[in-house]
């Protein structure tokens, strides 16, 4: 694939095909996890999964503020046909994840207690939510470097090796989650060891595609560094993102509060089949917003606007299709998919079917926020980028959800994040437009 050359739509669809098959098997096991923990441990158990999500998220921030920030570079670097200095940054991002890694799973093991109260966790939820925290903190470093190489892999021109890793973990994920939960009763601890497994296979795996070095990116000549001469730069393109996915920590953390403090442990499945839903139909999304970054990237370093501009227009279209579909969907299929999760109780059932329906109404507009942030981020934008993560992140999301609940009780609830991100649309629209004039008329003087 070249990049610079071949024709967008081409370009975009051999990067998102194998990037989104890939995203969707891990969201299968994702959804595989709730349904077998549901059957086979029981709804709070389920909640204490769903509930551990705003810890997972900040995990995630922290892998991509290295992983991405890195990727970027790299993809800039290509573009500029520095194939050595790409390589000593891909090194450096390795050795920094796992170094991070180390560092995180060591604070939340040592101050587990104190994330109850942070995450709104009650007496009937504490039990489950801890047990897997736990398991979850050992694997920490194989998750770090799972996100690392997939990123690099796109940057490498080889999305299908993330792809085939990524479906063989999501088997054998499903197939240890049968065993450890049902068959040898490890409760929910065995759907955290199983986790654990399957994605330290996904990295073995993508680890041999470096290891060959057939592309640009290999680990011949490896050097353990966590420091690198353009680490500033480097931390500076990954903190959007990390404000991203930390500014989805808070919310979810501010969501979980706000669901048990308005409905109790009864909402508690409503949480949670919008947590196990949610994974997957971000998969869609996020599989766009990840496969316009290394394209972005590459034609900033190698100065073509013009390809940019065209990826823009076209990947905003693409995702607010996508959106509108799963809305669609989801609506029409709202009980069926609270079904899914063993949730029986009617009362449970009818306030989940209506918290699917409210939630994922601006689920089009998070998916353009998503593609704006790529844009700015690739761009080196990044105060424009941090900006935009913080507003409809934090801001927004902790204004409605203080709001909109007393007006308009749970609905208000489930409305505060969707309202968040089409306000959050509405401001960042105009900044586009504003950055592409001024393009227009630097080219023009």
């Given at each position: 694939?070249?990049?610079?050359?071949?024709?967008?739509?081409?370009?975009?669809?051999?990067?998102?095909?194998?990037?989104?098959?890939?995203?969707?098997?891990?969201?299968?096991?994702?959804?595989?996890?709730?349904?077998?923990?549901?059957?086979?441990?029981?709804?709070?158990?389920?909640?204490?999964?769903?509930?551990?999500?705003?810890?997972?998220?900040?995990?995630?921030?922290?892998?991509?503020?290295?992983?991405?920030?890195?990727?970027?570079?790299?993809?800039?670097?290509?573009?500029?046909?520095?194939?050595?200095?790409?390589?000593?940054?891909?090194?450096?991002?390795?050795?920094?994840?796992?170094?991070?890694?180390?560092?995180?799973?060591?604070?939340?093991?040592?101050?587990?207690?104190?994330?109850?109260?942070?995450?709104?966790?009650?007496?009937?939820?504490?039990?489950?939510?801890k047990e897997y925290l736990t398991?979850?903190?050992?694997?920490?470093?194989?998750?770090?470097?799972?996100?690392?190489?997939?990123?690099?892999?796109?940057?490498?021109?080889?999305?299908?090796?993330?792809?085939?890793?990524?479906?063989?973990?999501?088997?054998?994920?499903?197939?240890?989650?049968?065993?450890?939960?049902?068959?040898?009763?490890?409760?929910?601890?065995?759907?955290?060891?199983?986790?654990?497994?399957?994605?330290?296979?996904?990295?073995?795996?993508?680890?041999?595609?470096?290891?060959?070095?057939?592309?640009?990116?290999?680990?011949?000549?490896?050097?353990?560094?966590?420091?690198?001469?353009?680490?500033?730069?480097?931390?500076?393109?990954?903190?959007?993102?990390?404000?991203?996915?930390?500014?989805?920590?808070?919310?979810?953390?501010?969501?979980?509060?706000?669901?048990?403090?308005?409905?109790?442990?009864?909402?508690?499945?409503?949480?949670?089949?919008?947590?196990?839903?949610?994974?997957?139909?971000?998969?869609?999304?996020?599989?766009?917003?990840?496969?316009?970054?290394?394209?972005?990237?590459?034609?900033?370093?190698?100065?073509?606007?013009?390809?940019?501009?065209?990826?823009?227009?076209?990947?905003?279209?693409?995702?607010?299709?996508?959106?509108?579909?799963?809305?669609?969907?989801?609506?029409?299929?709202?009980?069926?998919?609270?079904?899914?999760?063993?949730?029986?109780?009617?009362?449970?059932?009818?306030?989940?079917?209506?918290?699917?329906?409210?939630?994922?109404?601006?689920?089009?507009?998070?998916?353009?926020?998503?593609?704006?942030?790529?844009?700015?981020?690739?761009?080196?934008?990044?105060?424009?980028?941090?900006?935009?993560?913080?507003?409809?992140?934090?801001?927004?999301?902790?204004?409605?959800?203080?709001?909109?609940?007393k007006i308009f009780g749970m609905?208000?609830?489930?409305?505060?994040?969707?309202?968040?991100?089409?306000?959050?649309?509405?401001?960042?629209?105009?900044?586009?437009?504003?950055?592409?004039?001024?393009?227009?008329?630097?080219?023009?003087?």
């Amino acid at each position: 694939m070249d990049y610079g050359h071949d024709p967008i739509k081409r370009l975009f669809f051999n990067l998102y095909w194998p990037t989104l098959t890939g995203m969707l098997t891990m969201a299968a096991y994702q959804v595989a996890d709730g349904i077998i923990v549901g059957y086979g441990v029981g709804t709070m158990a389920l909640a204490g999964i769903s509930m551990s999500f705003p810890v997972l998220m900040v995990a995630v921030s922290l892998a991509m503020l290295v992983g991405i920030g890195s990727s970027m570079v790299v993809a800039i670097k290509l573009g500029e046909g520095q194939t050595s200095e790409a390589n000593r940054i891909f090194h450096y991002s390795c050795s920094f994840s796992i170094l991070i890694s180390v560092v995180l799973a060591g604070a939340l093991l040592v101050f587990i207690d104190t994330w109850f109260s942070l995450l709104g966790a009650n007496a009937d939820i504490q039990p489950y939510l801890k047990e897997y925290l736990t398991y979850f903190a050992l694997f920490l470093p194989t998750l770090f470097l799972r996100f690392c190489f997939s990123f690099f892999l796109n940057n490498d021109s080889a999305p299908n090796i993330s792809r085939n890793a990524n479906i063989i973990s999501s088997i054998l994920n499903v197939v240890l989650d049968l065993l450890f939960v049902l068959v040898f009763d490890w409760g929910i601890k065995g759907a955290a060891i199983a986790t654990g497994i399957s994605q330290t296979v996904a990295v073995v795996f993508m680890g041999y595609h470096f290891c060959l070095g057939k592309k640009h990116l290999s680990f011949r000549h490896y050097a353990v560094r966590v420091i690198d001469p353009e680490q500033r730069r480097i931390l500076g393109l990954g903190f959007p993102i990390f404000i991203s996915e930390l500014s989805g920590a808070l919310a979810f953390g501010l969501l979980n509060k706000a669901v048990i403090a308005q409905g109790g442990s009864e909402a508690g499945a409503a949480l949670a089949t919008i947590s196990f839903t949610l994974f997957f139909v971000m998969k869609f999304l996020v599989g766009v917003a990840f496969s316009v970054q290394p394209l972005f990237g590459f034609n900033y370093g190698a100065n073509n606007p013009q390809r940019i501009e065209e990826l823009l227009r076209f990947s905003l279209r693409f995702i607010v299709m996508i959106g509108m579909s799963a809305y669609a969907l989801i609506c029409l299929f709202a009980e069926q998919i609270v079904h899914l999760f063993n949730v029986v109780s009617p009362e449970e059932v009818e306030l989940a079917s209506q918290a699917l329906h409210w939630f994922y109404f601006g689920i089009a507009f998070m998916g353009a926020n998503l593609v704006f942030g790529a844009y700015f981020q690739s761009l080196e934008r990044v105060k424009v980028a941090t900006g935009i993560a913080i507003l409809r992140g934090v801001m927004l999301v902790a204004v409605f959800l203080m709001v909109l609940p007393k007006i308009f009780g749970m609905t208000g609830v489930w409305l505060a994040i969707p309202l968040a991100e089409i306000v959050a649309f509405i401001i960042t629209l105009p900044l586009v437009f504003w950055r592409r004039n001024q393009k227009i008329c630097s080219q023009l003087s």
